[in-house]
T-cell receptor, first 113, second 115 residues
């Protein structure tokens, strides 16, 4: 069974601080996705990382895929209250079917003004 | 391009009843996946449909079923509802083929409350 462990589970910081969320597994993933979810809404896809060692930047967000494709991280620079939400990592675990994603348990981020 | 739509957004049912939830994927997407989200278990995969065929199934009892129509719209049904079925049910669509097949786009979800 391919599991994804996210840490930390909760993060409460002040506006302007930096933070990093980790997503780890003992299994190799062909890709990992990061989503952000706000209360009462569905997750919104932020990025997909595919290549080991890959780094992708989305404005103040930096995503990294580990060289062995077993882990990923999300780094936010100068966090803003609008970054508040549930951050989820996910990876395909359906064999030849990519329609099955396994999710980490999520990181609840609160950014205080 | 319109996103994934789910109806209804909110539903209250009584234990023992059945419920049908609907999902319309993004135009051109052929894969529809369903997930259950609860505070305790997080997001869990229910099943995936591609071209009207169930392509993958999660570890849920047979009370949970689904189907996909020729226009890629999908429905999921839960029979004999239990209190523990209270959750946010999320539908996600993807192309289903090609390089970006693992990129799923979620709808807003249906909040089901079983009393």
């Amino acid at each position: 069974t391919q599991l994804l462990e996210q840490s930390p589970q909760f993060l409460s910081i002040q506006e302007g601080e930096n933070l990093t969320v980790y997503c780890n597994s003992s299994s190799v993933f062909s890709s990992l996705q990061w989503y952000r979810q706000e209360p009462g809404e569905g997750p919104v896809l932020l990025v997909t990382v595919v290549t080991g060692g890959e780094v992708k930047k989305l404005k103040r967000l930096t995503f990294q895929f580990g060289d062995a494709r077993k882990d990923s991280s999300l780094h936010i620079t100068a966090a803003q209250p609008g970054d508040t939400g549930l951050y989820l990592c996910a990876g395909p675990t359906g064999g030849t079917s990519y329609g099955k994603l396994t999710f980490g348990q999520g990181t609840i981020l609160t950014v205080h003004p | 391009k319109a996103g994934v739509t789910q109806t209804p957004r909110y539903l209250i049912k009584t234990r023992g009843q059945q419920v049908t939830l609907s999902c319309s994927p993004i135009s051109g997407h052929r894969s529809v996946s369903w997930y259950q989200q609860t505070p305790g278990q997080g997001l869990q995969f229910l099943f995936e449909y591609f071209s009207e065929t169930q392509r993958n199934k999660g570890n849920f009892p047979g009370r949970f079923s689904g189907r996909q129509f020729s226009n890629s719209r999908s429905e999921m049904n839960v029979s004999t509802l239990e209190l523990g079925d209270s959750a946010l049910y999320l539908c996600a669509s993807s192309l289903g083929v090609g390089l970006a097949i693992y990129e799923q786009y979620f709808g807003p979800g249906t909040r089901l409350t079983v009393t």
